[in-house]
């Protein structure tokens, strides 16, 4: 059987972005699937105690020329937003109202463009134009962001992680196995290749 | 001219002791020498405001299964000691002692012996036993840990280190570029092939 891949990710984060390019390919390689798991890179951060990069000055300082040299690394673009942190809450509830074969496609459409090109993931227009870009209808799925059992969904999955150990983003899990990180691809490569001789 | 990587190290820490197995190759692969600088991580992290990963519960637990991956992965011996976090003062001082030549050895001797066996480094006969292992005096070099020219240049170093901007370990410089992390090595060596060309 196929192996699948949990990938919980949050637009807002910059390591999360940097996986979401390397991600498919990996999964290819290996004959493996990416469930992608919306949550709130926020919550999990209050429930595990973990606190981001950025409180760190030197930790924030070091980020801004490590993300370019990963960047650099992959041969993505890659804009430090000025909108930085912004609320994905709006992307993030999207994604939670997408049926499961589309929230990939979303996902890397709202890190592309808040990542990729700087764009304000926050603002309703930038997320109605992404969705025109997938051939989805963007205020149709801006109304779903209020729907009671959307914002459940999203609080859900953020809960589910925590649960599972995540402490920050990219989280992902093979069957019981955690690995955390956009530096973590050689041991999930590896992991993939074991499970399947 | 050869390119020199400035490895700042400190044996308490698992993730240097992963990287300090590897450092010697990915020096030879560019022509590159290693320059071995003694911290103590405690200042380091005092200074920056970071902190240890086990200060974050879920973070500790990861760190275990993450450990042991990556020590997979390289086909290294790894042991998590029962004494975590030893002291590596005396260590880390007999470091500062000897001639520059020596620390390399010093350094993967005592992450070996901490992190590959388990054994107790911060016990006078652990590092006398080492010390002799290398052919060097161990009463004489631990005597030294109590000279305060040696004592000051420990704080030197460490003081050096978070004045670059660490904030961790193991931290790596190539002239003013910082890395940080065992998981940076595909970086710097992408960084040593392109300052060659």
Redesign the interface.
């Known amino acids: 059987m196929a192996a699948t891949i949990e990938f919980y990710w949050d637009a807002v984060s910059p390591y999360t972005y940097l996986a979401s390019t390397q991600i498919d390919a990996v999964a290819a390689r290996h004959g493996a699937r990416v469930q992608w798991k919306p949550v709130l890179l926020g919550g999990v951060f209050e429930a595990?105690?973990?606190k981001p990069p950025i409180s760190?000055?030197?930790?924030g300082?070091?980020m801004g020329?490590?993300l370019k040299?990963?960047a650099?690394?992959y041969g993505i673009p890659f804009a430090f937003p000025k909108n930085f942190p912004a609320s994905s809450l709006a992307a993030q509830r999207v994604a939670c109202a997408l049926p499961e074969a589309q929230v990939g496609a979303w996902a890397q459409a709202t890190m592309n463009a808040y990542w990729g090109r700087g764009d304000d993931i926050s603002q309703p227009d930038t997320l109605k134009a992404l969705a025109a870009g997938l051939g989805l209808d963007g205020d149709a799925l801006l109304a779903q962001t209020q729907d009671p059992a959307i914002k459940e969904r999203l609080k859900q999955n953020t809960a589910e992680a925590?649960e599972r150990?995540?402490?920050?983003a990219p989280t992902f899990f093979i069957g019981k196995?955690?690995f955390?990180?956009n530096?973590?691809f050689?041991?999930i490569e590896?992991?993939l290749a074991r499970s399947a001789t």
């Not at 760190?56 to 930790?59: C, E, G, L, S």
């Not at 150990?165 to 920050?168: D, H, K, V």
């Open positions: 595990s105690g973990n760190v000055p030197a930790k300082k070091y020329r490590d040299q990963w650099a690394h925590v150990g995540a402490f920050g196995i955690m955390w990180g530096d973590r050689a041991l590896e992991h």
